[in-house]
């Protein structure tokens, strides 16, 4: 009668255990250690900072690291020596070491925490407006190495190739993207900055910056460029391209430049 109501336990545990199994323990994690019909071997188990626990019986046993299946599995072992089928079970009861670190200066910087399993681009969408990212320039170190996905793929096109798992202690870097921007000034209705994209045109911007005010000179907008040590400086007639229809004159823009269109008497 013991034998069937331990298997029938065991069965009943097997969805708890692979859900648990995919969290790997880390220092500062609560566990709660139960062993089938023998309560005073179960209890509480905090790791300390040196990655183990200690149990009754068993003593020093090392947590980190390990999912909670692995420590079950090694706590089984290791209590064969005084229960004869010991069935052992692990429960994450506190998660205090998921940490991941964001820096670079752009949105989201600073700690946050992992409640469990979580992909790149869950996380991504966690951190709330991404628009002032440079994504293109942000990556994934992990244990001091860069992990290769593309952030800029992943969120804005769609790409689920890039989306990985996060794990605990991850560092991202997430710069700004104020050198990803185009800067319209002078007259047009709404002077302002436009986050870069690929082939952005100077019409695209003027016309995103509200357009022409009554007082531009529409053939006189100048685009300014830096290259290397000089500012270059591009002339577009925009009222001859709109008039023509050369698409051809429509520059492309690069990240950092000034649309500036100036003012005319009349």
């Given at each position: 009668m013991k034998k069937r109501v331990c298997i029938a336990l065991c069965v009943l545990l097997l969805p708890a255990l692979a859900?648990?199994?995919?969290?790997?323990?880390?220092?500062?994690?609560?566990?709660?250690?139960?062993?089938?019909?023998?309560?005073?071997?179960?209890?509480?188990?905090?790791?300390?900072?040196?990655?183990?626990?200690?149990?009754?019986?068993?003593?020093?046993?090392?947590?980190?690291?390990?999912?909670?299946?692995?420590?079950?599995?090694?706590?089984?072992?290791?209590?064969?020596?005084?229960?004869?089928?010991?069935?052992?079970?692990?429960?994450?009861?506190?998660?205090?070491?998921?940490?991941?670190?964001?820096?670079?200066?752009?949105?989201?910087?600073?700690?946050?925490?992992?409640?469990?399993?979580?992909?790149?681009?869950?996380?991504?969408?966690?951190?709330?407006?991404?628009?002032?990212?440079?994504?293109?320039?942000?990556?994934?170190?992990?244990?001091?190495?860069?992990?290769?996905?593309?952030?800029?793929?992943?969120?804005?096109?769609?790409?689920?190739?890039?989306?990985?798992?996060?794990?605990?202690d991850d560092i991202i870097y997430i710069p700004d993207n104020a050198s990803s921007k185009v800067y319209v000034i002078g007259a047009v209705k709404n002077p302002q900055y436009v986050n870069y994209r690929e082939d952005l045109r100077v019409l695209d911007a003027i016309l995103e910056s509200g357009g022409f005010t009554e007082f531009a000179s529409e053939n006189k907008v100048l685009i300014m460029r830096k290259d290397e040590d000089q500012i270059k400086e591009i002339k577009v007639k925009v009222k001859d391209l709109m008039k023509e229809g050369d698409l051809a004159n429509n520059v492309t823009l690069k990240p950092g430049d000034y649309v500036v269109v100036k003012e005319g008497l009349f």
């Open positions: 859900l648990a199994g995919d969290y790997v323990i880390g220092d500062g994690d609560g566990l709660q250690i139960s062993v089938w019909g023998e309560p005073s071997l179960s209890g509480a188990a905090l790791v300390r900072p040196d990655g183990k626990i200690t149990l009754p019986a068993v003593g020093d046993v090392v947590a980190t690291g390990r999912t909670p299946a692995e420590l079950s599995q090694e706590l089984t072992e290791k209590l064969k020596e005084f229960v004869k089928v010991p069935i052992v079970t692990v429960t994450v009861s506190g998660i205090n070491n998921s940490k991941v670190y964001v820096f670079g200066g752009g949105p989201g910087s600073g700690v946050h925490s992992l409640p469990g399993r979580t992909t790149l681009l869950k996380f991504l969408a966690g951190l709330g407006d991404l628009r002032g990212a440079d994504l293109k320039r942000a990556y994934l170190m992990r244990d001091g190495e860069k992990i290769h996905t593309d952030f800029y793929a992943l969120f804005v096109k769609g790409d689920l190739s890039n989306d990985i798992q996060i794990h605990p």
